[in-house]
T-cell receptor
């Protein structure tokens, strides 16, 4: 049972434009969501998170939006840079449970 | 650099064998998590230890076991290895107190032939 889904395995975006990565979840008990970025041969690196009491969180070029009624979150990167080329994972967790449930990832390629 | 270290980086072994993966958490972190990433899959949670005690368990096979030592490093033991156990194994750590990011190590790539 895939509780977190990233339906786009890959995405290509021109440098300077907006990258939008999407994530859907089915577990209504999730109350905290995270995005991780992963380069080849490295572990995932934390990017940004959002609590279920918010619908938006912003950190520099990165903004995460949460639509609880649709069980959908998205990560916006503006402007996209070549160094943003990586695999992006979204993850959800329940309050009081430290376990992260990950999606399968989206490979983002920024075209110079 | 997340501050989490994992050894070895790569491991090649044969079916039926047993291996041990090692993880050292960030300085001050009490909680260690193990995840498995198979080809084209997301990371699957295996097990969590907090200050030496098992705290949470995921879909960890009975052939797999883990422990956390008094110095807080952790080991993941995989036995009776099968071809399907070939994967990336990641360790993560945090303080284990409340909503907090997990910091991941670089992973161990296991290949079972």
């Amino acid at each position: 049972d895939q509780q977190v889904k990233q339906n786009s395995p890959s995405l290509s975006v021109q440098e300077g434009r907006i990258s939008i990565l999407n994530c859907d979840y089915t577990n209504s008990m999730f109350d905290y969501f995270l995005w991780y970025k992963k380069y080849p041969a490295e572990g995932p690196t934390f990017l940004i998170s959002i609590s279920s009491i918010k619908d938006k969180n912003e950190d520099g070029r990165f903004t995460v939006f949460l639509n609880k009624s649709a069980k959908h979150l998205s990560l916006h990167i503006v402007p996209s840079q070549p160094g943003d080329s990586a695999v992006y994972f979204c993850a959800g967790k329940n309050f009081g449970n430290e376990k992260l449930t990950f999606g399968t990832g989206t490979r983002l390629t920024i075209i110079p | 650099d997340s501050g989490v270290t994992q050894t070895p980086k790569h491991l090649i072994t044969a079916t039926g064998q047993r291996v041990t993966l090692r993880c050292s958490p960030r300085s001050g972190d009490l909680s260690v998590y193990w995840y498995q990433q198979s080809l084209d899959q997301g990371l699957q949670f295996l097990i969590q230890y907090y200050n030496g005690e098992e705290r949470a368990k995921g879909n960890i096979l009975e052939r797999f076991s883990a422990q956390q030592f008094p110095d807080l490093h952790s080991e993941l033991n995989l036995s009776s290895l099968e071809l399907g156990d070939s994967a990336l194994y990641f360790c993560a750590s945090n303080s284990g107190r409340g909503q907090e990011t997990q910091y991941f190590g670089p992973g161990t790539r296991l290949l079972v032939l």
